[in-house]
């Protein structure tokens, strides 16, 4: 059973700064993709980053480029966001995934295989 357990997030000021960790209980962690990506009320979940194995390959929406960055570490199966200089538009619950049976674009929720619970982030003005 694969499971990914988020955490780091919380309400916080626009300009602010905060960092999420998903730790991901996967046998071979190292050699799988892995997302972050967010869901506002109301709104369909959104792409936020992504990185490949070895961090060969890193991906960013538009919206976060320059402000959030993606990172993992795979002796401890965690991957974390770092995010700064939050804006209020960046509140959602943001989730972690985990690919692990296909190769599908990682921009898409649809090629993840496995979800963590999710972790509020809220920015006030």
């Known amino acids: 059973q694969v499971q990914l357990v988020e955490s780091g997030g919380g309400l916080v000021q626009a300009g602010d700064s905060l960092r999420l960790s998903c730790t991901v209980s996967?046998?071979?962690?190292?050699?799988?993709?892995l997302g972050w990506f967010r869901q506002a009320p109301g709104q369909e979940r959104e792409f936020v980053a992504a990185?490949?194995?070895?961090?060969?390959?890193?991906y960013y929406s538009d919206s976060v480029k320059g402000r959030f960055a993606i990172s993992r570490d795979d002796a401890k199966n965690t991957v974390y966001l770092q995010m700064n200089s939050l804006k209020p538009e960046d509140t959602a619950v943001y989730y972690c995934?985990?690919?692990?049976?296909?190769?599908?674009?990682?921009?898409?929720?649809?090629?993840?295989?496995?979800w963590g619970q999710g972790t509020q982030v809220t920015v006030s003005s």
């Open positions: 996967a046998r071979g962690f190292s050699r799988y993709p």
């Open positions: 990185i490949t194995w070895s961090a060969s390959n890193i």
């Open positions: 995934a985990v690919q692990l049976y296909n190769s599908a674009a990682l921009t898409s929720p649809v090629s993840y295989d496995y």
